[in-house]
């Protein structure tokens, strides 16, 4: 079974830090997307960065940063510059493209509250 | 539409009562899912839709839930004899095809029963 596991319930920042949030998966197949959602206060579901399994190249968009260690099943995601507006729950999701089906699979999802 | 749009996006009812959640995606997507988020939890998925037919419905929790969507757009997700367990955001997502890896979420239905 495909499983994501982000063990961090909990998270705060200072404004302007650096914060990393943890994500693990564990999967057998070899062709899958790797995503951090961001989910804030309005509920609906913003897409943060993605990651490709077959890229080496840790994707980066602005102040956000992934660190994909593939062998490890380990995605981390990096803010850098943490802003107010960052507060919310941040998931990490997986899809695979060589199952049968094509849902995304997510964690249990961290609260991230930046603190002034 | 400019972005998926769901209805209600609230819902009250009493326990033992039928609701009905509607979903409408962005125009033109083919792909449509739904996901279940229960207090301090992730999102649980419910099904998916390529077009009108679900080629997976494995996430339905019982044969109380049901789904359907009609002309390959609007989607309505249905439960039956309603428990407090069910107490949970509906959220409902489309993309342009079942691989294409961008979701856009709508606001979800937050499901309330007492």
């Known amino acids: 079974a495909q499983t994501v596991t982000q063990s961090q319930p909990e998270m705060s920042v200072q404004e302007a830090e650096t914060v990393t949030l943890s994500c693990t998966y564990d999967?057998?197949?070899?062709?899958?997307?790797l995503f951090w959602y961001k989910q804030p206060p309005s509920r609906q579901m913003i897409l943060v960065i993605r990651?490709?399994?077959?890229?080496?190249q840790n994707a980066t968009e602005n102040r956000f940063s992934v660190n994909f260690q593939k062998a490890a099943k380990s995605f981390s995601l990096k803010i850098s510059d943490s802003q107010l507006g960052d507060t919310a729950m941040y998931f990490c999701?997986?899809?695979?493209?060589?199952?049968?089906?094509?849902?995304?699979?997510f964690g249990t999802g961290t609260l991230l509250a930046v603190q002034p | 539409g400019a972005g998926v749009s769901q209805s209600p996006s609230n819902k009250v009812t009493e326990k033992g009562k039928d609701v009905e959640l509607r979903c409408d995606p962005i125009?033109?997507?083919?792909?449509l899912y739904w996901y279940r988020q229960s207090l301090g939890q992730g999102l649980e998925f419910l099904i998916y839709?390529?077009?009108?037919?679900?080629?997976?419905k494995s996430g339905l929790p019982s044969d109380r839930f049901s789904a359907e969507r009609t002309g390959g757009s609007v989607s309505t997700l249905t439960i039956q004899r309603t428990q407090q367990e069910d107490s949970a955001v509906y959220l409902c997502?489309?993309?342009?095809?079942?691989?294409?890896?961008?979701?856009?979420f709508g606001s979800g239905t937050q499901l309330s029963v007492l």
């Open positions: 997502a489309s993309s342009w095809t079942v691989r294409n890896e961008k979701l856009f």
């Open positions: 999967t057998s197949e070899n062709n899958y997307y």
């Open positions: 990651q490709e399994a077959y890229k080496q």
């Open positions: 999701a997986f899809v695979s493209y060589g199952g049968a089906t094509n849902k995304l699979i």
């Open positions: 125009s033109g997507h083919t792909a």
């Open positions: 839709f390529q077009g009108n037919s679900a080629p997976d």
